[in-house]
C-alpha cells in the first residue's frame, strides 16, 4: 500500500513572497503520478498541479512548481509570488499508473497555507 | 455544464438511520469515486468505480454500499448511520484512458451523524 506524508501541518508566508510545502511517499511501484491539489474555504477540490513518475523534468504550472525527487520519494510544491487568494489546505496525492488501482488517489494529511498582507 | 453535483450539501442524521449521499456528473466519465475528508486524514477513499455495474472497495468501504446502474449516477449509502461516519463526503471522477489520472471533484456533503 501506498503512503503520503505531509509533515506540515500548517505554514505561513507573506504576500508575494515564495513558500514550499513538503511532502514525501511511499511505494514500490515505478510508475505512478503525483499531484498537488488546492483547496480554499470553499471546500472545492481544485487540482493544482500533476507530475508524472516517468518524467525526470519538473511540472511547472505559472506561479507553482515542483521538485520531484524520485529516488529520495519526495515531491515538494513551491508556491512563487504568493497571493492572497493562494490561502487554502493543501494536499499532496499519488496515484499508481496502472493495475486495478488505476484512478485511485492516495492522499497526505493536508498543509494549511495561510497568506498575509 | 454543471459537471458534478452533490446532494444533499449537508445532512444531519440520527445514529441508527440509513442515508443516501447522491452524485450526479454530466460528463460521461467512466471512473466514479467516493471520498471521506476527516481532519488529520485528508481524504480516503471510500469506494471506486470504473463503468457503470463495477465497484471496487476503498480504503475505508466498512459501513458504506454503492451502486452504479447508470454512468452518471453513483450514489453512497451509509445502511445503519454510525457517528464515526461523520464528515465530508466528496464525490469524484475521472475520465478513461490515458486521462485517468485528471479528475474531478464535486462540491461535497458535509454530513453529521447524531
Known amino acids: 500500500a501506498q503512503t503520503v506524508t505531509q509533515s506540515q501541518p500548517e505554514m505561513s508566508v507573506q504576500e508575494a513572497e515564495t513558500v514550499t510545502l513538503s511532502c514525501t511517499y511511499d511505494?514500490?511501484?515505478?510508475?505512478?503520478?503525483l499531484f498537488w491539489y488546492k483547496q480554499p474555504p470553499s471546500r472545492q477540490m481544485i487540482l493544482v498541479i500533476r507530475?508524472?513518475?516517468?518524467?525526470?523534468q519538473n511540472a511547472t504550472e505559472n506561479r507553482f512548481s515542483v521538485n520531484f525527487q524520485k529516488a529520495a520519494k519526495s515531491f515538494s510544491l513551491k508556491i512563487s509570488d504568493s497571493q492572497l487568494g493562494d490561502t487554502a489546505m493543501y494536499f499532496c496525492?499519488?496515484?499508481?499508473?496502472?493495475?486495478?488501482?488505476?484512478?485511485?488517489?492516495?492522499f497526505g494529511q493536508g498543509t494549511i497555507l495561510t497568506v498575509h498582507p | 455544464d454543471a459537471g458534478i453535483t452533490q446532494s444533499p450539501r449537508y445532512k444531519i442524521t440520527e445514529t441508527g438511520r440509513q442515508v443516501t449521499l447522491m452524485c450526479h456528473q454530466t460528463?460521461?466519465?467512466?471512473?466514479m469515486f467516493w471520498y471521506r475528508q476527516d481532519l488529520g486524514h485528508g481524504l480516503r477513499l471510500i469506494y471506486y468505480?470504473?463503468?457503470?455495474?463495477?465497484?471496487d472497495k476503498g480504503e475505508v468501504p466498512d459501513g458504506y454500499v454503492v451502486s452504479r446502474s447508470k454512468t452518471e449516477n453513483f450514489p453512497l449509502t451509509l445502511e445503519s448511520a454510525t457517528r464515526s461516519q461523520t464528515s465530508v463526503y466528496f464525490c469524484?471522477?475521472?475520465?478513461?484512458?490515458?486521462?485517468?489520472?485528471?479528475?474531478?471533484f464535486g462540491p461535497g456533503t458535509r454530513l453529521t451523524v447524531t
Open positions: 496525492a499519488f496515484m499508481r499508473a496502472g493495475g486495478t488501482s488505476y484512478g485511485k488517489l492516495t
Open positions: 511505494t514500490s511501484e515505478s510508475n505512478y503520478y
Open positions: 507530475q508524472e513518475a516517468y518524467k525526470q
Open positions: 460528463w460521461s466519465h467512466s471512473y
Open positions: 468505480s470504473a463503468a457503470a455495474d463495477i465497484t
Open positions: 469524484g471522477t475521472g475520465t478513461s484512458g490515458r486521462k485517468v489520472h485528471e479528475q474531478y
